[in-house]
């Protein structure tokens, strides 16, 4: 059971601000950690971010992983629109670069837009209940 919620799928809650309109905060999502090679407009996904914190009493500062989600709203080769200015979202990573999955989407988040690099990506969320 731990092989197929580790490297198949596994369920998370959808945090606080949840997804509107499809998902709401407390949600339970299904993320399939198989099917992640290719996004598609209007797909929800779960991705993994950095975040820092630093707890009472102490001076140095944690950095860890966290698990969000979002829903694709530009692909690979997109237009974005930030004030008055166009930039396209780039099919890879850079010109050196040959791996094909150096992508990078745009995803609508709780918070905002952010764009989002595929090797964060964990995989496809299905809402459960």
């Known amino acids: 059971m731990w092989v197929v919620r580790t490297y198949a799928f596994t369920v ?22 198989i099917d992640c090679d290719f996004f598609n407009r209007g797909d929800v996904v779960v991705f993994t971010d950095s975040v820092t914190y630093q707890r009472r009493n102490q001076r140095r500062k944690i950095v860890a992983e966290a698990y969000f989600i979002g829903r694709v709203e530009k692909q690979p080769g ?7 200015v166009q930039y396209i979202i780039p099919t890879v990573c850079c010109k050196r ?7 990078f989407y745009l995803l609508k988040t709780p918070t905002g837009q952010q764009v989002v690099h595929k090797h964060q990506m964990i995989g496809k969320a299905y809402k459960l209940f």
């Not at 997109?78 to 008055?84: E, G, V």
């Not at 670069?97 to 992508?103: A, I, N, S, T, W």
């Open 12 to 33: 998370f809650t959808v945090p606080a601000g949840g997804l509107p309109p499809q998902l709401q905060a407390g949600n339970r999502v299904i993320v399939n950690r």
């Open 78 to 84: 997109d237009t974005i629109r930030i004030d008055t």
């Open 97 to 103: 670069c040959g791996c094909k999955d150096c992508r």
